[in-house]
């Protein structure tokens, strides 16, 4: 299987997530954290948006980062002189491929067609990558996606995005149709967004299927409930798919950080791969097992992450843990004598809905100890 290209479009459809709106200097700031931390393609801007949006763009053209970088566009010339006028040399060209939205835009097949010839062509002609967004491919006719895919491959478009619009797609359909359309001789970028939560599962499904690419965006955020998440596909492509990628702890964690708290969206404390609870232990055998082997009840080692491993000492505990956390504080307790003590731990979590540190714990063993 080739590379799995990663296309990340924080800064175009993560910005558009509802409340969101990036400065320059966090624009610039996320640009240079995402190619850091592993992002092939990046996708900056929308050139019709206006004078400080194309103004944005050139200054993250103007970084140099060394990686394509691409601007959304829709198949109209003058989304295309927009783009022209501010330096880039990769465009996604958006089209409307489902009734409904070609309905809701008043755009016929005809029409679209013309604008995909005119657009498609210049951009061609003063030598632009080409990416043909697909939108709401997930809801079109199979075959009328692969006549299109035909004509703009005849056109001379690089890549056609299939687009999962609205989230509707489960894994297993995303792959049945991703079969039959990277069959027809162009490259498939996955494009996933997550109304029902399958955003990250379908853009892997579709890899799986042929695709050769995936936009994703930093802690998922996007259009309503956001798009597949760039931490998630990395460490997914990594370690599910068994690519070899180079990917930095430090721009990781300084990029969620900053995409963070630039969008105002919290990180969860049990998100996947970034999460703070990732690797806390509390169950009795889920600790236990960790403490003898980490494979045990863990996929990957918190180091990769830059995560940290914990044993919440709280309902749900059992002796190791308690063990352990006594071991920490000094004292060298034999399981045998922890059962008082569980009991007490036990009942504290359940009244007060809280766990305990390690100097409740001492206090509670050698009270118990003291009563024996």
């Not at 498609?120 to 990558?129: H, I, M, Q, S, Y």
């Not at 006594?326 to 034999?334: N, R």
């Amino acid at each position: 299987m080739s590379r799995i290209l990663i296309n990340d479009t924080t800064l175009r459809d993560g910005e558009q997530a509802p409340y969101v709106a990036f400065s320059l200097k966090e624009k610039l700031e996320i640009a240079k954290l995402l190619v850091g931390s592993g992002a092939d393609e990046l996708e900056i801007g929308i050139p019709a948006m206006g004078v400080k949006e194309r103004e944005a763009i050139k200054e993250i053209l103007a970084l140099d980062l060394g990686v394509r970088q691409m601007g959304w566009c829709r198949a109209m010339m003058d989304d295309m002189e927009y783009a022209l006028s501010c330096g880039l040399k990769a465009v996604d060209l958006s089209v409307p491929t489902s009734g409904i939205l070609m309905g809701v835009k008043n755009l016929s097949k005809e029409k679209i067609f013309a604008n995909l010839e005119n657009s498609v062509g210049l951009a061609k002609k003063e030598g632009l990558f080409v990416c043909i967004g697909a939108e709401d491919a997930s809801r079109a006719d199979e075959a009328y996606l692969k006549e299109l895919i035909a004509f703009v491959a005849s056109l001379g478009a690089d890549r056609f995005r299939f687009c999962d619009t609205v989230g509707i797609l489960t894994p297993t359909q995303t792959y049945k149709i991703v079969s039959s359309i990277s069959k027809c001789g162009m490259p498939i970028e996955m494009h996933t967004h997550n109304d029902f939560g399958m955003a990250t599962a379908n853009a892997i499904a579709g890899v799986e299927a042929g695709a050769l690419s995936i936009n994703t965006t930093t802690l998922g955020i996007g259009e309503r409930a956001g798009n597949a998440s760039f931490e998630q596909i990395v460490m997914s492509l990594i370690y599910q798919i068994g690519e070899k990628r180079d990917m930095d702890i430090v721009s990781l964690k300084a990029l969620t950080a900053k995409v963070a708290k630039a969008s105002g969206i919290a990180i969860a404390v049990n998100a996947p791969v970034i999460g703070k609870r990732l690797f806390a232990h509390e169950s009795g055998i889920h600790a236990s097992g960790v403490l003898k082997n980490s494979a045990s009840y863990e996929p990957f080692s918190p180091d990769i992450v830059g995560g940290k491993r914990a044993y919440p000492i709280g309902k749900h505990t059992g002796r190791d843990s308690i063990k352990h956390r006594l071991e920490s504080v000094g004292v060298d307790a034999k399981k045998e004598e922890l059962g008082a003590v569980l009991d007490e731990v036990r009942l504290i979590a359940e009244r007060d809905k809280k766990t305990l540190s390690a100097k409740e714990l001492k206090a509670i063993f050698e009270k118990a100890a003291s009563c024996a």
